[in-house]
């Protein structure tokens, strides 16, 4: 007790022991000077000046005392805080399952809000890499990136030559570049033989990497020169990230050529570290010069043409310029250029078709996962916002009910004379030590989580930037483990504050007072928590259920083909340069190939196909329908084979299937599927009318077949035009794709080795992009569906675990320590059955009572799933019925044991408990 | 044993408190009374660096103190050599004596060149 009282002297003790220490010193001097004679004035005198200069000494004596009361009380902290983690350890480890839950809990809170953040990041919110991306703007659909479309002029892809206009006309604008698709790309390397690799390519213009503010990391960039003489500048530029890993950052990269489609080009330089594109989720390896794409893609010239679309453009800026101002100018600036620059049919077409106008900032790049998964994503992100709710209120629960239980290890060590604030310093310790580990774990899941969840959404390794934000992990971290010291801190210093006499009076009853789970309770905390665990568990299990469902319903859809049994091949005719002739020829040769083949039931072709991801659309005039608004004169389209529907599987309903005859340059007829056909003739019989595309062509239907959910299963399918597959006509343009459907007698899979072996053999140059069972492309096309089902459902069972193992938890703890009353309880005549009842009973109010406020929440909430759900009410009764029923059932189980245990009590061991 | 200014040489005061204290527990005035008895009063012109030095060989650990009562029953502070305090003053003898023999060597020296 000495050592901490002289810690908490101070400098007040410090001055009066020295000035003590040099009186002392000074008294016996004076005396054993008067010892030989003199006086005491003159003794003191001599003592004095014999000892020198007082203060001096005086004060350099307390600095020295102060210097090393300093040192010892931080060697002493030091040394307490060892023991105290030392002791947290230990006591920790006696209770692994405590402390295993909680670390579990914090790390799977901590995990999953982390990791679901850092995907929202990358995908949503991160800017590009560039010098202020605040000051890009996009022009066109950035879910488009990758498209092209023929026949028409666009906005949401732009022409080169209405680029051209863009980038000279406006005024809001420092500068403006342009970059468009490659398709897949078969380069080699110096000409050597070798494999044929497919880096991913982008045209651009030359100014691109001015634009954007981007050095390079070797070598140099375009100039901008490159966009003077079409088909003049056979270069590359290549990403770091290819340079690491094709060429190992070997410097002779640069000056070396790439063959790319048969044309070579020179590397000029790499483009800076980090640098990876405009485009979020599909890494660029090669930039090529824009001009380059006739030389390059000589079978689909897209340079002159002002009806072939297929950029998007961005721009700078210009100081003072804001987005505003763009959104205000472009539009207006494209629609002159068209008039001025286009035929009048084009224009007319153009103009009457209502152009929507993509204008947006382009701080974040440009994605087309943006669509894809912000919805799922922000879900997940509510989802997991409770989850971390629950966690934290679990982890307090527990640390709750804990050190209630403590509370009689507590007084026992006051009396022992343990000091208060070191029991407060201790328990904060262990706290922290838990909210360290569970820290720790946290980080590793967040880590490979992001990963984990980029796999399962279909994302090549490395296709997003997945560095964790610290922000984000900072907050995460912060409010569990804030939760953890809150929670830890509370009972401590309640604990430190037991009043000591009466808990060792009355055994643990006293403390219970102030605690959990007991009787006429005057802090019923650890019971708020359990409810709110409950009702949030409530709402997270309800959403899982409905989002389950939902995936279940659009698995089980009626797509109106044979799912099956479909095979789609996706052949590549443009880079072989198939015209027309020739695409007719080669469709009738790989038919009759693909027929014979055993085990083929039919074979059909179409320019889109079936969850190929390409669609086309046109507008149609009908004559005697009065379009509402420009979306009703709007229709999909595709060119099919004769017989294609009743091929793949579908109905036809009336009129008959395209044959033969209806092929050629003059065929005018079409089939029409029934949602168009019950559009335009509500009442009528559509098979034998006419339209009109494009004002001049006029059409006859000839028949209408079944709907096909053929490019989404969570769509309800398009009014779709059918015209024949080998249909020579400019108004629709050139088929850029040729898609193989094969029907299959037994499990396609086992055909796809066959038919591309037949491919190659009709023409062993033919690139076959994709062949897959249908049903893999069906899978793929609800991977954002099953992203957010599954995680949704693992989160619903992880709370459901978290809010059953607290009510364990809260219930044992509750029941141990009332173990003298109910040894009273017996001793007065109550059976097992008594006790076991009353035990249950108040589990279950508390469990029936977070149910009551968690559905009502849960219907609320519901709402915000409405546009992730198929054929599920965001008020579906089953689920939020199931969610209620699990969780009481899951409640009934977790407290069975702390119930049956508490039953078992024996009089005279609830005795020896005291 | 002076330097130039008249006070002791640097470090002397030091290794003299750790020898007095080497017979155990002592108060500053002892130790003062000790010095100078043993010196006759040569080497401890003012007594007030001794306290100075009492507290910063405390500071490092050499030394330990607690207050008790003096023979006379009066409240006074007694230091007390630590276990690194032991240490400190056979390193200082044992360096003394080497410097000591080799000065000594130096000034009984009988020729001009060493052999």
């Known amino acids: ?914 | 044993m002076l330097d130039r200014d008249g006070g002791l040489l640097r470090g002397t005061l030091d290794v003299l408190i750790l020898k007095s204290l080497s017979w155990g527990p002592r108060h500053g005035y002892a130790v003062a009374e000790w010095i100078r008895a043993i010196t006759d009063g040569e080497l401890l012109v003012e007594e007030g660096p001794l306290y100075t030095a009492l507290h910063r060989l405390e500071k490092n650990a050499l030394l330990t103190s607690e207050w008790g009562y003096s023979d006379n029953n009066r409240r006074a502070k007694y230091y007390e050599l630590s276990r690194a305090g032991r240490q400190e003053l056979r390193a200082e003898v044992a360096s003394w004596e080497r410097y000591a023999r080799a000065v000594g060597k130096a000034l009984g020296a009988a020729t001009p060149v060493p052999a």
């Open chain 1, 1 to 914: 007790m000495r050592r901490v009282f002289r810690i908490l002297g101070g400098p007040r003790r410090i001055r009066r022991e020295v000035d003590d220490e040099l009186a002392f010193h000074l008294e016996m001097r004076t005396r054993r000077l008067m010892e030989t004679g003199m006086t005491r004035d003159a003794a003191e005198r001599e003592a004095l000046r014999q000892f020198g200069d007082v203060d001096t000494v005086r004060q350099g004596c307390v600095t020295m005392d102060e210097q090393r009361e300093r040192a010892s009380s931080r060697a002493n902290l030091f040394a307490e805080a060892r023991q105290d983690v030392a002791y947290s350890l230990r006591s920790l480890a006696r209770n692994a399952g405590f402390a295993a839950v909680v670390v579990i809990a914090l790390a799977a809170g901590i995990g999953a809000s982390t990791a679901i953040f850092t995907l929202i990041d990358a995908v949503l919110l991160r800017t590009l890499p560039v010098a202020h991306p605040e000051q890009l703007v996009v022009i066109g659909n950035p879910a488009r990136v990758g498209g092209a479309s023929h026949g028409g002029v666009r906005t949401d892809l732009l022409s080169y030559p209405l680029y051209r206009d863009v980038r000279e006309r406006n005024h809001v604008f420092r500068d403006v570049f342009a970059t468009g698709r490659t398709g897949r790309i078969d380069a080699r390397i110096d000409e050597t033989g070798g494999e044929l690799e497919h880096p991913s390519g982008r045209f651009v213009s030359g100014n691109y990497f001015s634009v954007l503010g981007v050095g390079p990391a070797h070598g140099r960039l375009f100039d901008g020169g490159e966009d003077q003489t079409t088909g003049a500048s056979p270069v590359a530029v290549i990403s770091d990230a290819y340079w690491s890993r094709r060429f190992r950052r070997d410097p002779s990269a640069v000056g070396r050529t790439i063959v790319v489609d048969g044309s070579r080009l020179t590397i000029i330089g790499v483009a800076r570290t980090g640098f990876t594109g405009e485009i979020v989720g599909i890494p660029t390896d090669i930039w090529i010069p824009v001009t380059m794409q006739d030389v390059l893609r000589p079978n689909d010239k897209m340079l002159t043409d002002r009806t072939a679309d297929w950029l998007i453009v961005v721009g700078r800026l210009a100081p003072g310029a804001t987005l505003a101002q763009a959104r205000q100018e472009i539009p207006e600036l494209i629609e002159r250029a068209v008039v001025a620059g286009s035929p009048g049919t084009i224009a007319q077409t153009f103009l009457s078709s209502a152009p929507r106008y993509y204008v947006q900032s382009g701080a974040t790049g440009v994605s087309r996962l943006r669509l894809t998964f912000q919805a799922p994503l922000l879900t997940l992100m509510a989802g997991v916002v409770l989850l971390l709710c629950i966690v934290c209120a679990n982890v307090a629960t527990l640390l709750l009910a804990r050190s209630i239980a403590r509370g009689r290890e507590m007084a026992v060590r006051l009396t022992l004379g343990a000091n208060r604030g070191r029991l407060v310093r201790q328990l904060l310790t262990e706290s922290a030590v838990l909210a360290a580990l569970g820290a720790t774990a946290g980080s590793c899941v967040a880590w490979w989580g992001s990963r984990g969840l980029l796999a399962l959404s279909g994302g090549a390794q490395g296709s997003l930037d997945l560095g964790i934000d610290l922000r984000v992990l900072g907050f995460t971290v912060g409010a569990s483990v804030g939760a953890v010291l809150l929670f830890g801190l509370a009972p401590a210093l309640r604990a430190a504050r037991v009043d000591l006499a009466a808990t060792m009076r009355a055994g643990a009853t006293a403390v219970s007072r102030g605690g959990l789970g007991a009787r006429g309770q005057r802090a019923p905390l650890g019971r708020l928590l359990i409810v709110s665990q409950v009702a949030l568990s409530v709402v997270l299990l309800s959403g899982a259920a409905m989002l389950v469902r939902s995936l279940r319903n659009v698995r089980n859809v009626d797509v109106g083909l044979d799912r099956e049994h479909l095979i789609v091949a996706d052949l590549d005719i443009t880079a072989r340069g198939y015209r027309w002739e020739r695409t007719s020829t080669l469709a009738t040769t790989l038919r009759d190939r693909l027929s014979a083949l055993p085990g083929v039931r039919a074979v059909a072709f179409s320019e889109n196909g079936v969850f190929s991801g390409n669609e086309s659309s046109t507008t149609i005039e009908m004559p005697g329908f009065a379009p509402r608004s420009s979306d009703d004169t709007v229709v999909a389209y595709d060119q099919v084979s004769a017989g294609y529907t009743t091929a793949i599987g579908g109905r036809l309903v009336g009129g008959r299937e395209l044959g033969p005859r209806d092929e050629g340059a003059l065929a005018r007829t079409v089939v029409v599927n029934e949602a168009f056909a019950n559009f335009y003739f509500p009442n009528g019989r559509a098979v034998g009318k006419y339209f009109h595309i494009s004002d001049s062509l006029t059409i006859q239907i000839a028949g209408v077949v079944s709907d096909v959910r053929d490019h989404s299963l969570t769509e309800p399918p398009p009014r779709r035009v059918y015209f024949p597959f080998v249909h020579h006509d400019a108004q629709l343009g050139t088929p850029v794709t040729f898609v193989v459907e094969v029907r299959t007698a037994g499990d396609p899979a086992d055909l796809v080795q066959a038919v591309r072996r037949t491919v190659a053999a009709v023409d062993p140059d033919l690139p076959i992009d994709a062949i897959n069972p249908l049903t893999t492309l069906m899978q793929d096309s609800i991977r954002a569906e099953r992203l957010v089902a599954q995680l949704a459902a693992a989160f619903g069972v992880l709370a459901l675990l978290l809010a059953a193992i607290g009510l364990y938890g809260v219930m044992s703890y509750a029941t141990v320590r009332r173990t003298g009353e109910i040894g009273l309880r017996v001793a007065l005549g109550a059976r097992q059955s008594d006790v076991l009842r009353l035990v249950v009973r108040e589990a279950m109010v508390l469990v029936v009572a977070g149910v009551a406020i968690g559905l009502p929440l849960a219907f609320a909430s519901s709402r915000l799933l409405r546009t992730q759900l198929h054929g599920v009410s965001p008020t579906d009764a089953p689920s939020m019925t199931a969610a209620a029923v699990v969780l009481i059932v899951s409640g009934l189980a977790a407290t069975l044991l702390p119930a049956v245990r508490a039953s078992r009590v024996s009089p005279t061991e609830a005795l020896r408990a005291e």
